[in-house]
């Protein structure tokens, strides 16, 4: 990433918000690799050592993390970022995935096997008070891991179930997407300037 002073499509609000969340699950969950591409191929790999022989860019998960996150200043200060090797007005497109047993599950939820576990992992691009406000009032959000990155400014959400247990991961699955509405929901209030109604109680 880089600013506009260089060559490159100029990356959309949509995108660095996708790129945010991508670099904080890879630097939450171990053995998350991600791929960046676009229609004419693939610009660069994220993965954890060790790195196969591959015939594009590699990168490191903490590399791509801090490259984000001085992406994410930059659009902070005002400026106009880009992605090196994304030409044209087109955005690139990320897939996640997992170099063990790993699935993607309705609603975005990536699910990965960790020992005896399935961890069900999503992420929000929002600060920690806001998701902890948003999920608050959802009983089925009662059991979510929170794990806030300052530098992206990214919220990731977690809940295990015991692996093979495909009935509890329903359940966590459809947990996850209902705190990622509740998270939208309360972030476009928050634009909106709409006043917190539990302030409005007070």
């Known amino acids: ?91 690139p497109r990320i897939d996640i995935g997992s170099s063990v047993a790993g699935s993607v599950m309705p609603g975005g939820i990536l699910r990965v096997e960790c020992e005896d576990f399935w961890r069900h992992v999503v992420a929000a691009p929002v600060g920690e008070a806001m998701a902890v406000h948003a999920l608050d009032s ?22 295990l179930t015991p692996a093979g247990d495909t009935a509890a991961s329903a359940v966590a699955v459809d947990a996850l997407i209902d705190a990622v509405a509740a998270i939208g929901v309360a972030d476009l209030e928050a634009r909106l300037g709409r006043p917190d109604p539990a302030s409005a109680r007070q």
Do not use: N, Y
């Open 1 to 91: 990433m880089s600013s506009c002073d260089h060559d490159g499509a100029p990356t959309s609000d949509r995108t660095l918000d996708a790129l945010r969340t991508t670099a904080a699950i890879l630097a939450s969950v171990p053995h998350v690799s991600a791929r960046v591409r676009t229609a004419r191929g693939v610009v660069v790999d994220v993965r954890w050592p060790p790195f196969p022989e591959l015939g594009h860019s590699a990168m490191a998960v903490c590399t791509f993390r801090r490259a984000v996150a001085k992406a994410t200043q930059l659009r902070r200060e005002g400026k106009v970022i880009a992605m090196l090797g994304v030409g044209g007005s087109e955005q």
């Open 138 to 159: 959802l009983d089925s959000c009662a059991d979510v891991i929170m794990r806030h990155d300052a530098e992206l400014d990214v919220t990731v959400l977690q809940l």
